[in-house]
Nanobody, 123 residues
Framework: VQLQASGGGLVQAGGSLRLSCAAS????????MGWFRQAAGKEREFVAA????????YYTNSVKGRFSISRDNAKNTIYLQMNTLKPEDTAVYYC?????????????????WGQGTLVTVSS
């Protein structure tokens, strides 16, 4: 599967952005999907994941209540709605697809990656 992330940009603190990740190739609905981010000089970290049906979602603590992950299997797309953005959310955001049979936040268990989209939050 090939993934294409989009929607990043520059936003002021407290603002919102919606990231999208379009997939092509093998059956999109067969993958657990996730968002990760990597800030300059830091390791890649888990942000959110969504189950194959979209019925279950998972978040890292720092984004709970502010970010929302969703998917549209008919459109082969996942989304990350980011509200109340903070300067510490500044990073390159990556979407990823996993063949893992259950939820995982470990980046090594994701098999396919998009190219990343930069989110910059100014204070």
């Amino acid at each position: 599967v090939q993934l294409q992330a989009s929607g990043g940009g520059l936003v002021q603190a407290g603002g919102s952005l919606r990231l999208s990740c379009a997939a092509s190739g093998r059956s999109f609905s067969s993958y657990l999907m996730g968002w990760f981010r990597q800030a300059a000089g830091k390791e890649r970290e888990f942000v959110a994941a969504i189950s194959r049906s979209g019925g279950n979602t998972y978040y890292t603590n720092s984004v709970k209540g502010r970010f929302s992950i969703s998917r549209d299997n008919a459109k082969n797309t996942i989304y990350l709605q980011m509200n109340t953005l903070k300067p510490e959310d500044t990073a390159v955001y990556y979407c990823a697809a996993s063949n893992s049979p259950s939820y995982t936040a470990r980046w090594a268990q994701y098999d396919y990656w998009g190219q990343g989209t930069l989110v910059t939050v100014s204070s």
